[in-house]
């Protein structure tokens, strides 16, 4: 199987533009995350419902005290994003000696609060513009917040004035926790902006995939964040996205993520999404690195 990837892979790539500018405008037409993938004031007003996008019987009508949570503007308006780098979590990256290159791009994403500092710099970077917040985290790692918050700040350090992104509004469970951790971060002198996925962008981008024939249960975070960043930035590049358990140029054992080895969730299907993001690089949409920097 390895094999077989390596040969798709393994040309010289080369950026095709009209590729390119045919999958912005098909993603912009039917999910348009540019306008409507965070939560903000002026896409979300006060009195409006905001729809659960795994949990699709259950709804939020927005309060006034909920909307004044929520960002004021767009954040991505008035930024050129000539270069995106994003981040998986996938254990390629251990010594991949990627951080640099990672740190070059103009704009960083990164998913679900991954550790960066000390060891791991070398090889994952530490530049961060966008990175997701999974609540589970929350719960396992910060007692979901219901008892000391600081060392939940101080983990924030690494991240600096970085969008954090919480799913706020796909599990009516999330919300509450979500909304705790928009308020500890505002009450604390962290500069990290929260902010919230919206239910409705998330919705449209499944359907779009199902369209497109990807019908996983759930798409993971990377790919999520994969399809923001197509649409938000000229140049999109990939680490840390190899879903499968050993290296493709060593072949030794890897872990599930650079820093554990938490299994993957069974509503995700990685392999099927790597092979689209395989097939993007190949059609010259956008960069996969696979192996070491
Ligand atoms: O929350 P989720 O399970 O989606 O993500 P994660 O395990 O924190 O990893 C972030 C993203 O990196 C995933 O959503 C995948 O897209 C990607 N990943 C990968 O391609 N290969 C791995 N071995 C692990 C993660």
Redesign the pocket.
Known sequence: MIDKIKQRYNHTWIKQEENCLKLRSKLRRKCNGFDTAIVTQENTPIGSRLVYDADWKKNLRVTPKIFHVFTKENPFVGKKLRTCAL??????LTDSKCGKSIDSAEFVLR??L?PLKSDYQEHVGIKTDIV?A?P?ILLRKYESLMNRRRPFVESLQSYGNALLVFPAFSYSFNTEVSLRAAYTIEDSDSPAQPVFFNPGYLRNLSIFWRSEGLKPR?????????SLALEICDHVELY?????SNHPYELYP????YYDD?K??PM?A?PA??NV?LKLHSEGVLKLHLGNC
């Open positions: 981040v998986g979590n996938g254990g390629i998913c679900n991954p997701t999974n589970s759930r798409l993971s975070t990377g790919f999520i964040m994969t840390g996205f190899w879903p499968f890897l872990s599930n993520h938490m993957v969730s995700h990685m999404e790597f993001l």
